[in-house]
């Protein structure tokens, strides 16, 4: 079963900040926090991924609470190709059975104009 | 650099028939996977493979069978289609520790 919660749905302007909640209040000491998005039909893509640090690359930012419970995903400044379900969820960062992905339902960030 | 490559695209199969999903990276990973994803739902993992010669089962794997042979092809097999097979199916692939990369699907019907 999936780790983490998410809100089903969010709304963001176009150009505001979307920021994007997770909940993973059972999270090992071992487990990162990764954020993947499907645009509709295609596959997932990678977003970002944190341990306890907070988190900025070229697509968003990760803000990790210090207690590891619960984290957000920044969009700086959404466009409506930022549409698209956006999943939360935590594994281990090592190989071997445990370095599988598994989603949960995501949140459907919808984009206005 | 093609990533990761999932053919066909599209297939139509009857009840009963058989087929195969290929996926290949190339990108030297030791992790591949795959996922199918129903429509409005999130994806569920179907198999899974560590490294060559070696695979295991995920979430819903009844109805399904993979092997992987080389470190670069990882197909999944479907023997005997069923209508609860229509789905739309990911291949990934991921190195050590790192995101994954995923393909861009194979939509199938079973009718």
């Known amino acids: 079963d999936a780790k983490t919660t998410q809100p089903p749905s969010m709304d963001c302007a176009e150009g505001r900040a979307a920021n994007l909640p997770c909940n993973h209040s059972?999270?090992?000491?071992?487990?990162?926090v990764y954020w993947y998005r499907q645009i509709h039909s295609q596959g997932p893509q990678y977003i970002i991924h944190?341990?306890?640090n907070n988190e900025t690359n070229e697509m968003a930012s990760l803000i990790i609470t210090e207690d590891r419970k619960s984290s957000t995903l920044i969009l700086p400044h959404a466009t409506l190709r930022d549409t698209a379900v956006y999943y939360c969820?935590?594994?281990?960062?090592?190989?071997?059975?445990?370095?599988?992905?598994?989603f949960g339902t995501g949140t459907l960030l919808a984009v206005q104009p | 650099n093609a990533g990761v490559t999932q053919t066909p695209k599209f297939r139509i199969l009857k009840i009963g028939q058989s087929m195969t999903l290929q996926c290949a990276q190339d990108?030297?990973?030791?992790?591949m996977y795959w996922y199918r994803q129903d429509p409005g739902m999130g994806l569920k993992l179907i198999y899974y493979?560590?490294?060559?010669?070696?695979?295991d089962k995920g979430e819903v794997p009844n109805g399904y069978n993979v092997s992987r042979s080389t470190t670069e092809d990882f197909p999944l097999r479907l023997e005997l289609a069923a209508p609860s097979q229509t789905s739309v199916y990911f291949c990934?692939?991921?190195?050590?520790?790192?995101?994954?990369?995923f393909g861009s699907g194979t939509r199938l019907t079973v009718v």
């Open positions: 493979s560590v490294g060559a010669g070696i695979t």
């Open positions: 990934a692939s991921s190195g050590q520790g790192y995101g994954y990369t």
């Open positions: 059972t999270i090992s000491g071992n487990e990162y």
């Open positions: 969820i935590v594994r281990p960062n090592y190989g071997g059975a445990t370095n599988k992905l598994i």
């Open positions: 944190g341990l306890k």
């Open positions: 990108m030297n990973h030791n992790y």
